[in-house]
């Protein structure tokens, strides 16, 4: 049972890189439920968030909603951040697609925190840009310039573009 559920994670994984996402739902969704099966709920779970993200980039926001929901909580009783802030993440996407602005941005900054701890800082700057665009959707000038700077200055190795782009936000922040 283990066996087939990594095989067909690895096909799913495989079929979400080729942009094959109608396969990957369905293959994830078979992960997710052979490892319940297996009572199995910290892999069940992962296997959920990779099948909300897959859902998303279907513009299936409600079902990716519905795949992450509580995944967060499965990955915090584990002491899994990373994966807790992932999963936070995937919701907040979910919710921002949606429509619920406010409700992402909580789910979000929540996330930011946990990167935080963990020093994922990749992942932190791409939250964050999420982060910056609802607020730039919103109309919140200021706050999304101080988001795409706090994104910018945990991005690891700055392109000469993003450091110009660094430069400029500064300038207009003051």
């Known amino acids: 049972m ?45 296997a959920k968030n990779n099948l909300s993200v ?10 990716s909603l519905a795949a992450a929901e509580g995944t967060d909580k499965i990955f915090e009783e584990a002491g899994d951040a990373l994966r807790q802030a992932m999963a936070l993440g995937n919701q907040a996407a979910a919710l921002s697609e949606l429509g619920s602005k406010e ?10 925190k946990l990167f935080d701890e963990v020093d994922a800082r990749e992942y932190k700057a791409e939250v964050l840009k999420a982060i910056a665009a609802i607020k730039l959707s ?11 700077l ?16 660094k430069f400029l936000l500064r300038i207009f922040v003051r």
Do not use: C, W
């Not at 897959?54 to 079902?63: F, G, I, S, T, V």
């Not at 409700?103 to 930011?112: D, F, K, P, R, W």
């Not at 706090?150 to 782009?165: A, E, V």
């Open 138 to 148: 919103k109309g919140k000038f200021q706050d999304t310039a101080m988001d795409m």
């Open 54 to 63: 897959a859902l998303l980039q279907m513009n299936r926001a409600k079902e």
């Open 103 to 112: 409700e992402a941005l909580a789910l979000y900054e929540q996330s930011v």
């Open 2 to 46: 283990q066996n087939t559920a990594i095989t067909l994670n690895d096909q799913g994984k495989d079929a979400f890189q080729e942009g094959d996402f109608e396969k990957a739902i369905s293959l994830f969704q078979q992960v997710a439920d052979a490892h319940l099966k297996a009572d199995n709920p910290l892999d069940a779970a992962d």
């Open 150 to 165: 706090d994104s910018l200055g945990t991005t690891p190795k700055p392109t000469f573009l993003q450091r110009i782009l």
